[in-house]
């Protein structure tokens, strides 16, 4: 079995959980450009953020530290959603490794076989798991520091270029923001790993999920300010506008800094997929308890690899919406059983 | 099977007859002490006559007094002689052997069934001397020597609380290596002494003669390429290790003892920290991170850079590197696997060489590898440069040298086949297996993760001694995860 008990702390578990919720805003190669200037995304992001809060806190009862799993039930009633958990962690990783591949080939021209990328990637992400959640939680504050000295070097580098004049105001907020919120919507399958993780650290203070959110919305309004500040109306046409930013970014004599901040986002995005892929694991060894570690590892691989091959070649637009639905779909199911309420920290 | 001593002078003698006859250093001689027939048993290479002759024979040989037995006389020195010696009875032939082996002398009487042992230890030993391996600029230039009661002695005096306490204990079944474990009880984390004391009741190796034959034992992870143990030659490093809450485990024999457990971030510290002021400490415990992720991964990061992002170089930079490239036979990561490996053979000659040739080392790496390899188009300029910044690099962390040298050519072969993605993984890999290792139920990379308050403390700087006084400081503070399977 699995390590069952991961007693990750409040800092450890925040750390985590924000990594891999705000690389999905950084590195997002292929995704749809938004088209409404920072004023309006900002304020569609913060009713989208509001409404996933209330939903996913509504359904696991975060208010009273409600365990989401328990893998030690043995009870049948669990499998369906420790399953279906595990299926759809299995997909967000192999689109993870996707979007990763991508990510570094759109970001240079170098050449590398996808299979060669996926069963390294695969290898890395069994590698961690086998070392367990401790190993994860720490190498993300690592990664975390770096990703923070890549995002203040950005906004270092392009400083010099903003202008407050790009600012837009918009003549219709009130509709242009509900329009925003509505396309922009995603509840992210990491979210549902972190609740995964959390489920197994024991009763968590209120405030942990709400200061996650706090944060990502925050780095939002970073990116997407500096955004419109540095590029103005180009930002609207970018799929990746902080990534554009890293690439006009200089500082001094160094040009090409977009390398080094490629390189770290992808770190970050290496990272996700080892959350992923541990709680899939997790939850596959909680769903067939004969299976052994090292199988239940071998498993989840397979299912990410196939995940993955059928994501690189099938372009799939409303693939955000279905991961948003199934993610959803999946709290539903695991707060149908839920273990044994301990009163929260708070 | 146990040897009691029998009291019969000439059955005993010949039991050690039987053990150290043939030995060359076995000295035994047959006297009469106060009347009575005794025998003076020792090994001359580790105790000296003179020593015997001085604190027992000659104080006898002026004792009026005659005893009617050997027992008599053995009471007497035990317990009312007024000589200046501290003898210990033993019963036991075997024990008695032993102590022949550690330096002392055993005396034997007819009669008595109890045999006297007392320390007349003399033999060469290194005295001593500055370290060899942490230099330092300020601070005590002691090291350790190869004895450890000596040793001991060097620890005593800087501690001097009653709660440092030395146990000692034996390993190697045929050297009978005392192997002292040294902690201080007020601080020592509860629980990891015991688990230390565990780990090295169940060592049965057939010899020790050094601590680094204990250290796989006492690490989680003994084939990974980071250890949980540390190493020191230093007594004030490892006072301020038991200060800590530490264990430390010294063999007789070696001047280098274990330190346990050994967090990561210390092998970014040094004594001469503690001496300099806390801004230039800082500024030096920086530079060495830098270094260590300098010399880890340069040369791969040139290497996959140069070939499958050269866009990323200056445009100058970029024509230089083409042409030194193109000038050398050698793909540009095989150039840099050969350098590296000629670094590691001119350093691994230059310590095993005798020194009245050793000049000549540096002398050829420098003129082969340097000069002629170079002016010749073997090897391109560029790659030696960064091979020599990635050695001095690893050189200002010597602890880390090991895992350095062997990560730095996975870097080089990661970054030369697969590029980018091969030094981002290979990365992942590293930091992943750093941040997994734990060392007795602590993480090898606290403070720095998880994070706690001890990283401004003394771990990735450190603050000055006035806002430290007061407080106590332990590795119990460190914070602790939560239930781990450890099998």
Not at chain 1, 14 to 29: H, N, Q
Not at chain 2, 117 to 122: A, H, I, L, R
Not at chain 2, 155 to 171: M, N
Not at chain 2, 430 to 451: K, N, R
Request: charged share 15%; hydrophobic share 50%.
């Amino acid at each position: 079995m699995l390590k069952q008990q991961s007693k990750l702390s409040s800092m450890e578990l925040f750390v985590t959980g924000y990594l891999c919720l705000v690389i999905d805003l950084i590195a997002k190669p292929g995704s749809v450009p938004i088209k409404y200037c920072a004023a309006i995304t900002i304020l569609a992001s913060a009713l989208d953020i509001a409404v996933v809060y209330f939903l996913v806190a509504g359904i696991t009862e975060w208010k009273n530290g409600a365990k989401l799993f328990d893998l030690t039930d043995t009870s049948v009633a669990v499998k369906p959603a420790f399953f279906c958990g595990f299926l759809l962690l299995a997909v967000a990783a192999g689109d993870t490794i996707a979007t990763t591949f991508r990510f570094l080939r759109s970001a240079s021209d170098w050449q590398l076989s996808f299979l060669v990328f996926l069963l390294l990637t695969l290898a890395i992400a069994v590698y961690a798991s086998k070392l367990g959640v401790f190993s994860i939680a720490r190498t993300a504050e690592v990664v975390l520091v770096l990703l923070i000295f890549s995002v203040v070097l950005i906004i270092l580098s392009t400083l010099g270029r903003a202008d407050l004049q790009n600012l837009k105001v918009s003549v219709d907020p009130a509709g242009e923001v509900l329009h925003a919120a509505l396309r922009g919507f995603s509840v992210s399958p990491s979210l549902f790993a972190w609740f995964v993780l959390v489920s197994q650290s024991g009763p968590q203070k209120q405030g942990l999920f709400f200061r996650v959110l706090l944060a990502v919305f925050c780095s939002y309004v970073v990116f997407t300010l500096v955004g419109e500040l540095v590029l103005g109306g180009f930002a609207l046409g970018q799929s990746q506008p902080f990534y554009t930013l890293a690439r006009i970014g200089n500082l001094s004599v160094f040009r090409r800094l977009d390398s080094l901040h490629s390189f770290v986002w992808a770190l970050v995005l290496v990272q996700k997929l080892a959350v992923l892929f541990y709680t899939a694991s997790l939850l596959l060894n909680g769903a067939v308890k004969k299976l052994t570690a090292n199988a239940a590892m071998a498993i989840t691989a397979a299912a990410c690899a196939v995940a993955a091959i059928l994501l690189g070649r099938i372009k799939m637009q409303m693939l955000p919406l279905i991961l948003t639905v199934a993610t959803i779909l999946v709290f539903l199911l695991a707060s149908l059983r839920k273990g044994e309420n301990p009163p929260s920290e708070s | 099977m146990e040897h009691k001593i029998t009291g019969n002078l000439e059955q005993d003698i010949v039991y050690f007859k039987d053990c150290f006859g043939k030995s060359a250093d076995f000295y035994l001689k047959t006297t009469k002490i106060c009347d009575v027939e005794c025998a003076i048993v020792l090994c001359d290479v580790v105790a000296g006559v003179d020593n015997a002759w001085e604190m027992l024979l000659r104080p006898l040989r002026e004792e009026p007094r005659d005893f009617d037995n050997g027992k008599a006389l053995m009471d007497y020195l035990t317990e009312n002689s007024a000589l200046a010696f501290s003898p210990k009875a033993l019963t036991d032939l075997e024990a008695a052997r032993y102590a022949l082996t550690t330096g002392h002398t055993v005396l034997l009487c007819q009669g008595a069934t109890s045999a006297l042992m007392f320390s007349t230890q003399d033999f060469i030993q290194r005295s001593v001397s500055p370290s060899d391996s942490e230099v330092n600029v300020y601070g005590s230039k002691e090291a350790f020597s190869d004895v450890l009661r000596k040793n001991m002695g060097l620890i005593r005096r800087r501690v001097r609380t009653d709660g440092l306490i030395i146990e000692s204990l034996e390993e190697g079944r045929y050297t009978r290596t005392e192997v002292a474990l040294i902690y201080h009880r007020d601080l020592v984390k509860p629980g990891l002494l015991e688990a230390v004391r565990e780990k090295l009741q169940k060592i049965d190796l057939q010899m020790v003669f050094d601590t680094s034959y204990l250290a796989p034992f006492l690490e989680s992870a003994p084939y990974g390429l980071f250890s949980g143990v540390g190493i020191t030659d230093r007594p004030d490093t490892l006072c301020a290790k038991i200060c800590e809450g530490k264990v430390a485990v010294l063999a007789d024999g070696t001047p280098y003892a274990l330190l346990i457990p050994y967090f990561f971030p210390e092998h970014f510290q040094c004594m001469d920290d503690y001496a300099s002021r806390p801004y230039y400490a800082s500024f030096i415990r920086l530079l060495k991170y830098t270094a260590f992720f300098i010399a880890v991964m340069l040369p791969g990061l040139f290497v996959s850079a140069a070939n499958f992002t050269p866009e990323i170089f200056p445009e100058q930079m970029l024509y230089k590197i083409a042409a030194s490239e193109g000038a050398t036979p050698m793909p540009l990561f095989l150039e840099a696997i050969f350098v590296n490996l000629l670094l590691e053979i001119v350093k691994e000659a230059g310590l095993r060489m005798p020194k009245s040739i050793g000049h000549s080392v540096s002398l050829v790496a420098a003129l082969i590898v340097g000069d002629a390899a170079v002016q010749f188009g073997l090897i391109g300029s560029p790659i030696v440069i960064i091979a020599a910044i990635s050695a001095i690099c690893g050189f200002l962390v010597p602890t880390l040298y090991q895992p350095i040298t062997i990560l730095r050519v996975l870097f080089i072969l990661a970054g030369g086949i697969l590029g980018p993605a091969g030094i981002l993984l290979l990365l992942m890999g590293t930091l992943f297996g750093i941040c997994g290792i734990d060392t007795f139920g602590m993480p090898y990379t606290a403070p720095l993760t998880p994070y706690a308050p001890g990283i401004l403390r003394d771990g990735l700087l450190r603050t000055g001694w006035k806002a430290r006084q007061k407080e106590t400081f332990t590795i119990s503070d460190l914070p602790e995860e939560g239930e781990r399977d450890d099998s």
